[in-house]
């Protein structure tokens, strides 16, 4: 049996700038769109609270949140930062795989004798990122790395969702079928439109389920 953990960073940017200026802890940081004519590229969760998200144009952002701090980009400090995040990954497993700038997935099969059950080894691995540099990341653990994704999607921010063997399907099946990575907006209408809203719609579908949820990995 494979098991993954699959770590998203909570507001990377945003959370990087609050981490090295803690002046910032707690305020509307927005990252990007500083002119007004640029978009956002990272906004911290208090900035998320008055509307205002990723790849918005930063002339909405300023309308929607006026007492934001908007900063530029920095990207070589938060490639970095990044860096710092990858190497605690690997401290852990060797089998790292980068899917941005601020996610991963760390396949913990095998490290049991060295880190203990891979619920402890994850929760350990979000920790270390947190006391080692101030940031904080959701997890979510799985055998499956689709389910992992979606599973540390949900349990954003600050958190960890642990989905055990066999439920993987009594995890999905409630979720509508646009969480599924990969299913965009036209993907998404072309599933409506043959009465698939849920992911249990989908795993009626065998071929579909095939398709967008891949969950017989190799154990």
């Given at each position: 049996m494979r098991w993954y953990l699959h770590v998203d960073m909570d507001a990377f940017f945003a959370s990087v700038e609050q981490a090295l200026?803690?002046?910032l802890k707690g305020k509307p940081v927005i990252v990007g769109g500083r002119s007004g004519r640029g978009v956002v590229t990272s906004a911290s969760y208090e900035a998320r609270k008055y509307g205002v998200h990723s790849a918005m144009p930063g002339f909405q952002a300023r309308k929607l949140c006026p007492q934001g701090i908007f900063l530029p980009n920095r990207r070589r400090i938060y490639s970095e930062y990044s860096d710092k995040v990858f190497a605690i990954l690997e401290r852990y497993s060797p089998e790292v795989h980068a899917i941005s700038i601020d996610e991963g997935i760390v396949d913990l099969t095998g490290t049991e004798r060295l880190f203990g059950a891979p619920v402890k080894t994850a929760k350990g691995i979000l920790a270390r990122i947190e006391k080692d540099l101030g940031l904080s990341a959701s997890g979510g653990l799985s055998t499956s790395r689709v389910v992992a994704k979606i599973a540390a999607t949900l349990a954003k921010?600050?958190?960890f969702i642990y989905v055990p063997p066999g439920t993987e399907r009594s995890f999905l099946s409630p979720l509508p079928v646009e969480r599924i990575p990969g299913i965009g907006p036209k993907t998404h209408q072309a599933l409506l439109r043959q009465g698939i809203k849920t992911v249990a719609h989908l795993l009626k579908r065998p071929e579909l389920?095939?398709?967008?949820?891949?969950?017989?990995?190799?154990?």
């Open positions: 200026n803690p002046a921010p600050r958190g389920a095939r398709r967008y949820l891949n969950l017989d990995e190799p154990a």
